[in-house]
T-cell receptor, first 114, second 113 residues
């Protein structure tokens, strides 16, 4: 069964430090995509970063990078130099070779302390 | 360029009432999706469409119907609302199933009393 697991319900990080949010996935499909979304308290879903299953390099987008370890089926999000505005819920999601629909994890609530 | 828009933003229904949520996208995307988000949980797929005139069931389709008569619009209907359908509803679109980005609307907060 396809599944996304985020084992950290909540995380705290000091401003300007780096933080890693964990995500593991389960699928037998060889073709898939992995996404991270940010959901601030205002409720909208903000796309952060994408990694395709065949991509050789880890994806990076500004302060966000995705640590993709295919053999371990993990796709952790690394946020460098945390800012107060990074405080939000973060969701890991997977799309499969079946219409592009996303399967979401339960999310990690990140709190950045000044 | 509005992206993905949803109407209405908020709605309160009584049990048994019906309503339709409208999603519109101006990016000429083929794929559109309806998700629901319950408190403390990730999004779950209700229905989706891979093109105009097509619809398919997602993970939690019971109690909902959808239609995609025009490429840019995807409607979600509740024929007889139940308190269990109290949730935040998100619409999303993407240009293909291999797309590296799914664009989300702002969400509709629905309360069923």
């Amino acid at each position: 069964a396809q599944k996304i697991t985020q084992t950290q319900p909540g995380m705290f990080v000091q401003e300007k430090e780096a933080v890693t949010l964990d995500c593991t996935y389960d699928t037998s499909d060889p073709s898939y995509g992995l996404f991270w979304y940010k959901q601030p308290s205002s409720g909208e879903m903000i796309f952060l970063i994408y990694q395709g299953s065949y991509d050789q390099q880890n994806a990076t987008e500004g302060r966000y990078s995705l640590n993709f370890q295919k053999a371990r089926k993990s796709a952790n999000l690394v946020i460098s130099a945390s800012q107060l505005g990074d405080s939000a819920m973060y969701f890991c999601a997977m799309s499969l070779n079946q219409g592009g629909k996303l399967i979401f994890g339960q999310g990690t609530e990140l709190s950045v302390k000044p | 360029n509005a992206g993905v828009t949803q109407t209405p933003k908020f709605r309160v229904l009584k049990t048994g009432q019906s309503m339709t949520l409208l999603c519109a996208q101006d990016m000429n995307h083929e794929y559109m999706y309806w998700y629901r988000q319950d408190p403390g949980m990730g999004l779950r797929l209700i229905h989706y469409s891979v093109g105009e005139g097509t619809t398919a069931k997602g993970e939690v389709p019971d109690g909902y119907n959808v239609s995609r008569l025009k490429k840019q619009n995807f409607l979600l209907g509740l024929e007889s609302a139940a308190p269990s359908q109290t949730s935040v509803y998100f619409c999303a679109s993407s240009k293909s199933w291999t797309a590296d980005t799914q664009y989300f609307g702002p969400g509709t907060r629905l309360t069923v009393l």
